[in-house]
């Protein structure tokens, strides 16, 4: 497992940072997703080979947030 950390801007509340966490969580080869609202850290525990950045930043993008 890597650890991938993302600065994510758009989060404005707890139901952003949910559905951070369950787009990103329903990748294949993601372990956990950590996310702190007030900085727009997301850390990301992920297996690179079924889950890779650009997979990463589809997810969260596709959501209506911005990876920076």
């Known amino acids: 497992m890597n650890t991938l950390i993302l ?3 758009g989060m404005r509340c707890m ?3 949910n559905s951070v966490k369950n787009l990103v ?3 294949p080869g993601v372990a956990s997703v950590e996310v702190d609202l007030a900085s727009g850290r997301v ?3 992920h297996d690179p080979a079924r ?3 650009p997979a990463i930043r589809q997810a969260i993008e ?3 947030f911005q990876v920076a």
């Open 43 to 45: 850390e990301i525990s």
């Open 51 to 53: 889950a890779d950045l």
């Open 25 to 27: 969580s329903a990748l």
């Open 7 to 9: 600065n994510v801007t």
């Open 62 to 64: 596709s959501g209506g």
């Open 15 to 17: 139901g952003c940072v």
